[in-house]
């Protein structure tokens, strides 16, 4: 039997302290990247799979590549400079160009969180719970849970509501699926010129990259406190949170495309696309689908009120801080219960058209995301901010076609609204 050596235990030592120092780092990516499977995005995907099948299944695995290029980048620029993404846009553009970002971040993520609450709303719905109950109560959560402590206890908190996801893995087992031509269509792009088609794949690709994502990730770093020391576990961290939510929106694709698509059935919502699958596959999954709804739309209501808070602070130079007192960040705390209420009120307003809303929000993150990734990949370029860690030539040439990628597919979605799409 082989003796174990004090070389050998320093070296197992070494790699479990290693290991810790990662798990510790890991956190702001993979919350990023489950936030944006929130209400708007379940929606589209449930809506992919009930209109076309397994034919959009590829773009699960390219916007997850897109996602990967624009959280590392984001990532890797707070982990360098100690500064969110808003201070960097503040200091290298401007307090003017800053302020109008600002506007038009806010003017969106409200309306988003308006979908969050009514996404909320519409899941407690299927269970019997009405609107007037389940909106009020989440909203006092949220608020609650957002300046209820210290950024990891949150983290935490955040992190174990994420595990809700789990619901759509095992609703697309419960599906029973065709395993094999799935893979092959996550693998062999589907193309087609037809404008609905088309326009599915650019809401896709505005559901996985998402304006707030760019704030969220840095700002999360900063409240971490985290450095150059923690770039390699922030890439894991990134990539392994992007691989792990866009699995999940590939179940998703694919229990309403193994179950809605061949029914001819077509949703709009997460909501619907639950209700649909009850008769169909029976209450489990359709189960699932709700409770998945409920946690996603709530995790995703805790997060983005946070993020508006701390990017307009961010801008300003104010205080800011998930454990900072009324008294030490007041701009923090009174942004973010506004944007709380405002949003849950509204979507308790009888007769209000969450749709149109929803559709404005699109439009102003169709408009901000490539502003907001063309400022990205400047500052991420310039070696008087990012010295050693600036933007390699291969990395530089992948973050501007991104870039390119999506200032394309945001023209085409706007003609494609012009023509009536």
């Known amino acids: 039997m082989a003796r174990t050596t004090k070389k050998d235990e320093a070296k197992a030592t070494g790699r479990v ?29 449930s809506s992919a799979g009930a209109s076309y099948g397994f034919g959009q299944l590829w773009t699960i695995l390219a916007t997850g590549f897109l996602l990967i290029v624009v959280q590392e980048t984001a990532a890797r620029m707070s982990c360098v400079t100690g500064k969110g993404f808003a201070s960097l846009i503040r200091e290298e553009f401007g307090i003017r160009k800053s302020a109008l970002a600002m506007l038009a971040l806010v003017a969106s993520n409200i309306m988003v969180t308006i979908s969050e609450f009514a996404g909320i709303a519409a899941g407690m719905e299927l269970f019997g719970v009405p609107v007037v109950l389940s909106v009020p ?182 205080e800011r801080g998930t454990g900072s007192t009324r008294e030490e960040a007041p701009a923090y705390h009174g942004i973010l219960t506004a944007v709380i209420v405002a949003s849950a009120a509204v979507v308790m307003l009888p007769g209000v058209n969450l749709f149109g809303i929803m559709l404005v929000a699109q439009v102003v993150n169709g408009v901000l995301l490539p502003v907001l990734l063309v400022c990205m990949a400047k500052i991420a370029s310039n070696r008087h901010v990012m010295g050693k860690y600036v933007n390699g030539r291969l990395w530089n040439a992948i973050t501007w076609a991104t870039i390119v990628i999506v200032i394309v597919l945001t023209v085409v979605m706007f003609a494609l609204q012009a023509m009536g799409y």
């Open 137 to 318: 109560v989440a909203a006092v959560l949220v608020w609650m849970l957002t300046l209820g402590g210290s950024y990891k206890r949150v983290e935490k908190i955040l992190l174990a509501i994420s595990c809700v996801f789990l619901t759509y893995i095992i609703a697309g087992v419960i599906a029973k699926p065709d395993w094999g031509k799935a893979i092959m269509s996550t693998f062999v792009p589907q193309l087609s010129s037809d404008p609905s088609y088309i326009g599915m794949l650019v809401a896709i690709i505005g559901t996985t990259v998402s304006p707030y994502m760019l704030f969220m990730v840095g700002a999360n770093i900063v409240d971490k406190n985290l450095g150059t020391k923690d770039l390699f576990s922030q890439r894991i961290d990134n990539v392994s949170g992007a691989i792990v939510a866009q699995m999940i929106s590939w179940f998703i694709v694919l229990t309403t495309a193994t179950v809605l698509y061949p029914a001819g059935i077509t949703v709009d919502s997460a909501a619907e696309a639950a209700q649909a699958l009850v008769p169909l596959v029976g209450d489990n999954a359709g189960t699932l689908f709700a409770v998945g709804l409920v946690g996603a739309s709530f995790l995703a209501a805790c997060v983005l009120p946070g993020v508006t808070a701390s990017a307009v602070c961010e801008a300003f130079g104010w």
């Open 17 to 45: 302290g290693r290991l810790k120092m990662v798990l510790a780092a890991m956190g702001p990516g993979i919350l990023t990247a489950f936030a944006g499977n929130d209400a708007g995005g379940i929606a589209t995907y």
